[in-house]
Protein backbone atom coordinates (compact mmCIF):
# COMPACT_ATOMS: atom_id res chain seq x y z
CA UNK A 1 0.00 0.00 0.00
CA UNK A 2 1.16 3.43 -0.25
CA UNK A 3 -0.09 6.64 1.62
CA UNK A 4 -0.53 10.03 0.47
CA UNK A 5 -0.07 13.38 1.78
CA UNK A 6 -0.84 16.41 -0.14
CA UNK A 7 0.30 19.91 0.64
CA UNK A 8 0.89 23.46 -0.58
CA UNK A 9 -2.40 24.81 -0.92
CA UNK A 10 -3.26 28.11 -0.55
CA UNK A 11 -5.10 31.60 -1.02
CA UNK A 12 -4.01 33.05 -4.03
CA UNK A 13 -5.20 35.93 -6.94
CA UNK A 14 -5.59 35.68 -10.20
CA UNK A 15 -2.61 35.23 -12.54
CA UNK A 16 -0.24 33.62 -9.80
CA UNK A 17 1.23 30.35 -9.28
CA UNK A 18 1.00 27.36 -7.06
CA UNK A 19 3.19 24.22 -6.25
CA UNK A 20 1.44 21.54 -4.93
CA UNK A 21 3.26 18.46 -3.44
CA UNK A 22 2.01 14.80 -2.87
CA UNK A 23 4.45 13.01 -0.50
CA UNK A 24 4.28 9.26 -0.74
CA UNK A 25 4.88 6.94 1.75
CA UNK A 26 4.83 2.76 1.74
CA UNK A 27 5.77 2.40 -2.05
CA UNK A 28 8.00 3.81 -4.39
CA UNK A 29 6.03 6.31 -6.85
CA UNK A 30 8.26 4.32 -9.51
CA UNK A 31 5.74 1.79 -8.81
CA UNK A 32 2.10 3.77 -8.96
CA UNK A 33 0.63 6.19 -12.22
CA UNK A 34 0.12 9.06 -10.01
CA UNK A 35 -2.96 11.71 -11.05
CA UNK A 36 -4.55 14.75 -9.55
CA UNK A 37 -7.94 15.28 -9.19
CA UNK A 38 -9.67 18.58 -7.93
CA UNK A 39 -13.48 19.01 -6.20
CA UNK A 40 -15.31 22.40 -6.16
CA UNK A 41 -18.76 22.68 -3.95
CA UNK A 42 -21.14 21.31 -5.78
CA UNK A 43 -18.98 19.31 -8.37
CA UNK A 44 -17.96 16.26 -9.20
CA UNK A 45 -14.51 15.18 -8.76
CA UNK A 46 -12.50 16.36 -11.58
CA UNK A 47 -9.24 14.69 -13.20
CA UNK A 48 -6.73 17.66 -13.74
CA UNK A 49 -2.95 15.84 -14.50
CA UNK A 50 -1.80 12.64 -14.43
CA UNK A 51 2.06 11.30 -15.14
CA UNK A 52 1.85 7.49 -15.60
CA UNK A 53 3.75 4.25 -13.64
CA UNK A 54 5.70 3.13 -17.33
CA UNK A 55 7.42 5.54 -19.28
CA UNK A 56 5.97 9.15 -17.12
CA UNK A 57 4.05 10.36 -19.61
CA UNK A 58 1.72 13.36 -18.56
CA UNK A 59 -1.50 13.89 -19.42
CA UNK A 60 -3.43 16.63 -18.86
CA UNK A 61 -7.34 17.99 -19.39
CA UNK A 62 -7.61 20.95 -21.62
CA UNK A 63 -8.53 23.38 -19.41
CA UNK A 64 -5.05 23.51 -17.43
CA UNK A 65 -3.04 22.36 -20.49
CA UNK A 66 -0.24 25.28 -20.66
CA UNK A 67 -0.58 26.72 -16.80
CA UNK A 68 -0.33 23.27 -15.22
CA UNK A 69 2.39 20.64 -15.31
CA UNK A 70 2.53 17.63 -13.44
CA UNK A 71 6.40 16.14 -12.44
CA UNK A 72 7.69 13.31 -10.11
CA UNK A 73 10.75 13.53 -8.35
CA UNK A 74 11.55 9.56 -7.10
CA UNK A 75 14.36 10.29 -4.75
CA UNK A 76 11.88 12.45 -2.80
CA UNK A 77 8.99 10.03 -3.42
CA UNK A 78 7.00 12.68 -4.39
CA UNK A 79 4.99 14.00 -7.11
CA UNK A 80 4.26 17.71 -7.61
CA UNK A 81 1.30 19.84 -9.43
CA UNK A 82 2.91 23.21 -10.26
CA UNK A 83 0.11 25.44 -11.71
CA UNK A 84 1.05 28.29 -12.79
CA UNK A 85 -1.26 31.46 -14.64
CA UNK A 86 -4.43 30.57 -11.58
CA UNK A 87 -7.84 31.08 -12.52
CA UNK A 88 -10.89 31.52 -10.38
CA UNK A 89 -12.22 28.66 -11.60
CA UNK A 90 -8.93 26.83 -10.55
CA UNK A 91 -10.28 27.31 -7.42
CA UNK A 92 -10.97 23.65 -5.59
CA UNK A 93 -10.01 21.08 -2.97
CA UNK A 94 -7.05 19.26 -5.13
CA UNK A 95 -6.52 15.33 -4.22
CA UNK A 96 -3.62 13.13 -4.68
CA UNK A 97 -4.49 9.91 -6.13
CA UNK A 98 -2.24 6.60 -7.21
CA UNK A 99 -3.06 3.53 -8.65
CA UNK A 100 -0.71 0.78 -9.69
CA UNK A 101 -2.41 -0.40 -12.50
CA UNK A 102 -4.74 1.91 -14.15
CA UNK A 103 -4.88 1.90 -17.91
CA UNK A 104 -4.47 4.51 -20.35
CA UNK A 105 -8.24 4.99 -21.29
CA UNK A 106 -9.21 5.24 -17.19
CA UNK A 107 -6.62 7.99 -16.45
CA UNK A 108 -9.58 10.32 -16.24
CA UNK A 109 -12.04 7.63 -13.68
CA UNK A 110 -11.81 8.81 -9.95
CA UNK A 111 -13.26 5.71 -9.32
CA UNK A 112 -10.55 3.78 -11.01
CA UNK A 113 -7.97 4.90 -8.68
CA UNK A 114 -7.37 2.69 -5.23
CA UNK A 115 -5.43 5.54 -3.27
CA UNK A 116 -5.91 9.06 -2.16
CA UNK A 117 -4.97 11.58 -0.13
CA UNK A 118 -6.84 14.16 2.16
CA UNK A 119 -6.71 16.79 -0.21
CA UNK A 120 -5.29 20.53 0.16
CA UNK A 121 -7.48 23.54 -1.02
CA UNK A 122 -6.58 25.96 -3.54
CA UNK A 123 -8.62 29.44 -3.60
CA UNK A 124 -7.97 31.48 -6.49
CA UNK A 125 -9.41 34.82 -6.41
CA UNK A 126 -10.45 37.77 -8.90
Known amino acids: QVQLVESGGGLVQAGDSLRLSCAAS????????LAWFRQAPGREREFVAA????????HYVDSVKGRFTISRDIAKNTVYLQMNSLKPEDTAVYYC???????????????????WGQGTQVTVSS
Open 97 to 115: AADSSIILSSLAMPHQYDY
Open 26 to 33: GRTVRDYT
Open 51 to 58: IRRNGGST
